[in-house]
């Protein structure tokens, strides 16, 4: 085929696959380019350091969102040890010991802990803004059958 009328590779979207980590010998599979022309076209524009901040971005971002998980995690575990505390103080009453009212208790608290992680999960929700955090209908969601 004369020059003229081969097609030219597209070089955004090719940048774009290797910004977002496909390797040059997928992209040649995918591209009528070689892994070499990637990698030079790659070395000359810097796609290589765009990469790796758009990497320390993510990274940072995940970090981030692991540090705030943690905070909620530690703020509702505190809450429900507290609450349990003070339903084991009830439970270990000598005049309650019956098993009904033990039972009741016992699911009294686990209740309370469900409550208190919904309610912390809702708040993280709203100080984290729209669309960044997770909502709490898909973490509590079942999986299909």
């Given at each position: 085929m004369p020059k003229a009328y081969?097609?030219?590779?597209?070089?955004?979207?090719?940048?774009?696959?290797?910004?977002?980590?496909v390797t040059p010998s997928e992209i040649e599979s995918v591209y009528d380019v070689?892994?070499?022309?990637?990698?030079?076209?790659?070395?000359?524009?810097?796609?290589?350091?765009?990469?790796?901040?758009?990497?320390?971005?993510?990274?940072?971002?995940?970090?981030e969102d692991l540090s705030a998980l943690s905070k909620l995690t530690i703020k509702v575990h505190t809450q429900f040890m507290l609450k349990l505390q003070d339903q084991m103080k009830e439970i270990t009453n000598p005049y309650l010991l019956d098993g009904e009212r033990v039972n009741s208790l016992f699911q009294t608290a686990m209740n309370n802990s469900v409550k208190l992680t919904l309610n912390a999960l809702k708040e993280q929700e709203q100080e984290m803004g729209e669309g960044d955090a997770v909502p709490i209908e898909i973490i509590f969601k079942r999986p299909e059958s």
């Open positions: 081969k097609k030219r590779p597209n070089w955004k979207a090719i940048e774009a696959l290797y910004l977002q980590g070689t892994s070499k022309q990637v990698r030079d076209k790659a070395y000359k524009n810097g796609w290589g350091k765009t990469k790796a901040t758009i990497s320390d971005k993510i990274a940072t971002a995940v970090e």
